[in-house]
Nanobody, 114 residues
Framework: QVQLVESGGGMVQPGGSLRLSCTAS????????MAWYRQSPGKERELVAG???????KYYDSAEGRFTISRDFAQNAVYLQMTALKPEDTGVYYC????????WGQGTEVVVSS
C-alpha cells in the first residue's frame, strides 16, 4: 500500500525558512519523478518543484531561486528547502509523483504571516 507522509511545516514570518520532508513507502519510487505541490487557500493544487530519477530539477512559479528540492533515493524521501518565504507561499504542501498518483498524504501546512 502506497503511503506518503509529509512533515516540517509551520508558521513563519515573511523572509523565514522551512524545510519540508516527505517519506514515501509501498513502492520503489527511485525510477519516478517526485514533486512537491501546494494548495493555497481558495486555489487549486499546483506544482512547486520536481526532481526526476536522473536528478533533473524543475521549479514552478515563484519557487525558482528561493526553494531547493532534493531527494534521498535510498530512503524514498524528498525534501523542499524553502527560504525567503512570502505570504503567498502559504498553503498545504504535498509530495507526490509527477504525473501524480491518486494517493495523497495528509500534507503539511505552511503559514507565512507577520
Amino acid at each position: 500500500q502506497v503511503q506518503l507522509v509529509e512533515s516540517g511545516g509551520g508558521m513563519v514570518q515573511p523572509g523565514g525558512s522551512l524545510r519540508l520532508s516527505c517519506t514515501a513507502s509501498g513502492r520503489d519510487f527511485r525510477l519516478y519523478t517526485m514533486a512537491w505541490y501546494r494548495q493555497s487557500p481558495g486555489k487549486e493544487r499546483e506544482l512547486v518543484a520536481g526532481m526526476t530519477a536522473d536528478r533533473d530539477i524543475k521549479y514552478y512559479d515563484s519557487a525558482e531561486g528561493r526553494f531547493t528540492i532534493s531527494r534521498d533515493f535510498a530512503q524514498n524521501a524528498v525534501y523542499l528547502q524553502m527560504t525567503a518565504l512570502k505570504p503567498e507561499d502559504t498553503g498545504v504542501y504535498y509530495c507526490n509523483l509527477r504525473p501524480q498518483m491518486a494517493v495523497w498524504g495528509q500534507g503539511t501546512e505552511v503559514v507565512v504571516s507577520s
